[in-house]
């Protein structure tokens, strides 16, 4: 019998109730529309303290709050959620049928793994493994270290009857280390029957307002962009970009390269643009004038033995309408949690952008600064904060874009389906400087309505694993301020 079920089996059935709805949850790692009362309150011991339930006809929503920072695919200990779906005793041992696993126990080591998987039992009451939580549409925010998450789980999927319990336990090597009750929620809403349609009443792909310009940043996953070129060309020709921020481009990719494949998009236009690293490369694009950064041509990771390491990173100052943009693309250190080597590295190459970019920032006097790329922020968030200081109007900080996917339920930027590791946010806009934002998207096509897709050309399947995100900055000062 495993572990979980005999600890399971000792927890009496009748349990705390939940009984609010979360009617147009976001999952956005921000907590703000988390306004119900706990289902588990906090006991004050062990990791896992308050707990919260709710459901709205598309997804079961949890809330978890622990008792210390940490990256929820990343623990110290195995995290088990486990569920009964329908509310029904006579399916699966005591009614359990599975259970979402977050750093589960690798069983020859001993010791915690990253990522995620599924168990569950079969009709004869064997424990089955998928090492992917891709089936029940699971989602967990935030993605760096927190010590409070927000886990949404598909309804229609996995969860048929008119009540679920649930329970959450932590697991070492040595066995139990913290656990709820079992948590009763009825459902308050009815289940979502079918695809539901979105209620998208505009283009995504709406142009900017007067006096602004469009910001977009998008990791093509290994090269995607060159070797299936038509979704990426359909997607610019789309969003009309000012300023593009490119990770995983070829190794060794040149410049020339680069603007020699967006010439292909249609319109008269003269692009230019430079390159960063000389493994999975990044690039700064633009139809505007464009002079590259000398301050961001070579930036170096210090690795704090007296070497240093060549960063992905590059940028420069873009003349639109008579306005300067430094816009710097970069793309971090992938993997590790918390405190992991990793997530120093980061941190260093973080530090290494951010005084490259006060450099430069002193030599032309910019209007407006970008960073943008793929942070991998799967540890501390601190590096969005040493990235950012000094650096916005007036000696503050860049402010951090808040994109949203078109229906505005969720802010995720990466989604693999069948990975171990369930979808999260790793790619981020920050800006500062003579500009407010305006609209700001992630272009989710799977979330756009059919007619903008058939207008535009653009595939349901999204070309890359992760998603491009664009912000549209509005002007402040006059051109010839």
Same mark, same amino acid.
């Given at each position: ?35 119900? $009362?706990?289902? &588990? ?22 809330? +978890? ?16 959620? $486990? ?38 039992w079969d009709r004869q009451g ?73 209620n998208i009443k505009f283009d995504?792909?709406? &142009? ?86 000398p301050e961001l041509a070579r ?18 100052? +873009? ?7 430094? &816009? ?41 600064? +970008? ?111």
């Amino acid at each position: 019998m495993s572990q979980i079920i005999s600890s399971l089996f000792v927890i009496a059935l009748a349990g705390a109730t939940s009984s609010a709805s979360a009617p147009d949850h976001v999952l956005d790692g921000r907590f703000d529309d988390w306004t119900i $009362a706990p289902v &588990a309150p906090d006991d004050g011991k062990g990791l896992i303290r308050e707990v919260r339930i709710a459901d709205d006809p598309e997804y079961v929503h949890l809330q +978890i709050d622990f008792d210390r920072e940490c990256t929820l695919q990343g623990l110290d200990a195995e995290l088990q959620i $486990a569920f009964d779906f329908d509310g029904s005793l006579r399916t699966g041992p005591q009614g359990w049928d599975g259970m979402i696993v977050f750093s589960p126990l690798d069983a020859k080591k001993g010791t915690p793994r990253s990522g995620s998987e599924y168990r569950y039992w079969d009709r004869q009451g064997r424990q089955q493994t998928r090492r992917t939580l891709s089936d029940l549409g699971v989602v967990a925010l935030p993605t760096h270290s927190s010590d409070r998450f927000e886990i949404r789980v598909e309804r229609p999927e996995a969860f048929t009857g008119k009540s679920c319990r649930v329970r959450i336990l932590s697991m070492g090597a040595g066995g139990e280390e913290d656990s709820t009750s079992i948590l009763e929620h009825e459902f308050k809403t009815r289940v979502a029957r079918g695809r539901t349609t979105s209620n998208i009443k505009f283009d995504p792909a709406d &142009a900017e307002a007067p006096d602004s310009f469009r910001t977009m940043s998008w990791n093509g996953e290994f090269g995607a962009l060159f070797k299936t070129p038509v979704p990426f060309i359909k997607t610019f020709e789309m969003l009309e970009p000012d300023v593009v921020l490119l990770q995983e481009l070829p190794d060794e990719t040149q410049a020339k390269t680069v603007t020699d494949w967006f010439d292909r998009i249609d319109g008269d236009l003269a692009w230019r643009a430079s390159v960063g690293g000389d493994f999975l490369c990044v690039a700064v694009v633009t139809p505007h004038p464009y002079e590259p950064a000398p301050e961001l041509a070579r930036v170096m990771r210090q690795n704090g033995n007296g070497r240093e390491s060549l960063m992905r990173a590059t940028g420069g100052v +873009i003349d639109i309408d008579g306005r300067t943009v430094l &816009a710097a693309s970069i793309h971090l250190k992938c993997c590790g949690r918390l405190a992991s080597s990793e997530d120093d590295k980061r941190l260093r190459e973080a530090q290494a952008v951010n005084k490259a970019m006060r450099a430069a920032v002193a030599r032309t006097n910019p209007d407006v600064v +970008i960073i943008g790329g793929d942070l991998n922020l799967v540890g501390t968030p601190d590096v969005l904060a040493v990235l950012a200081e000094g650096l916005g109007d007036g000696g503050g900080d860049l402010v951090i874009a808040e994109p949203m996917r078109p229906r505005g339920d969720a802010n995720t930027t990466w989604e693999k389906a069948g990975q171990a590791f369930v979808p999260g946010r790793l790619d981020f806009i920050l800006y500062g400087g003579s500009a407010e934002l305006g609209r700001a998207v992630i272009t989710d096509p799977a979330q756009m309505d059919d007619r903008w897709r058939r207008r535009h050309g653009i595939p349901e399947a999204a070309p890359s694993d992760h998603l491009p995100i664009d912000i549209d900055l509005k002007f402040t000062t006059a051109a010839d301020s």
